[in-house]
């Protein structure tokens, strides 16, 4: 499990031996350590971070140890509590595509209130409300049942929003939309008289 604050995650002064610190109690060789700890740090855009004192790194940063530091022991599951919480508009860009390609190889399961990060990352959805299950579906399902999100408290996604109010197609993330307009735009000049 990564915890969704770093710093009750982080403990050492360097970032490699935080990575390698589980291996390490588990006995594994150094020459394994090596590995696992340069692999980890690659999948989260972090090795070049490996010989820095973790207290001198961003809180994105940290993010990306942790999960380094859980991806080191080679687990099915990755468990992630509010990752992108905290983080600026770029870094939060960046754990999206971290948490996009963790998906290619692992299961990975995420706790959040951030209903954008929600729709776009994940392939399935429970909602929880009152500690109860009350909702769960693809996203492109449950993100339209705006009672059940009234009653969870929860947001529509922005481009749920877009489509519900605007009565655009449902795009599952801004690429998507952007590319969307761009036709658009196309078919409207199109379809105008420009010679006169």
């Not at 589980?22 to 020459?31: P, T, Y």
């Not at 059940?148 to 929003?161: C, Q, T």
């Amino acid at each position: 499990m990564v915890f969704q604050d770093p710093d009750k995650q982080l403990f050492y002064s360097k970032v490699y031996d935080d990575v390698a610190f589980s291996l390490r109690n588990l006995d594994f060789s150094e020459k394994e350590i090596t590995i696992r700890v340069k692999n980890a740090l690659k999948k989260v855009k972090g090795y070049h971070l490996k010989d820095k004192p973790t207290h001198f790194l961003s809180y994105g940063q940290k993010k990306q140890v942790a999960i380094a530091g859980v991806l080191a022991m080679d687990l099915e599951i990755i468990l992630l509590d509010e990752p992108t919480s905290g983080l600026d508009p770029y870094t939060t860009r960046q754990m999206k595509e971290i948490i996009k390609h963790l998906s290619y190889e692992k299961k990975v399961v995420l706790s959040s209130h951030d209903m954008d990060l929600i729709y776009e990352v994940c392939d399935y959805i429970y909602i929880l409300g009152k500690g109860e299950l009350v909702g769960e579906g693809l996203p492109e399902e449950i993100f339209l049942k705006k009672e059940l999100l009234n009653n969870a408290n929860l947001e529509r996604p922005w481009l749920v929003k877009i489509h519900q109010e605007l009565g655009l197609p449902l795009c599952r993330n801004e690429d998507q939309l952007l590319s969307l307009s761009k036709s658009m735009k196309g078919d409207i000049y199109e379809k105008r008289d420009y010679s006169s």
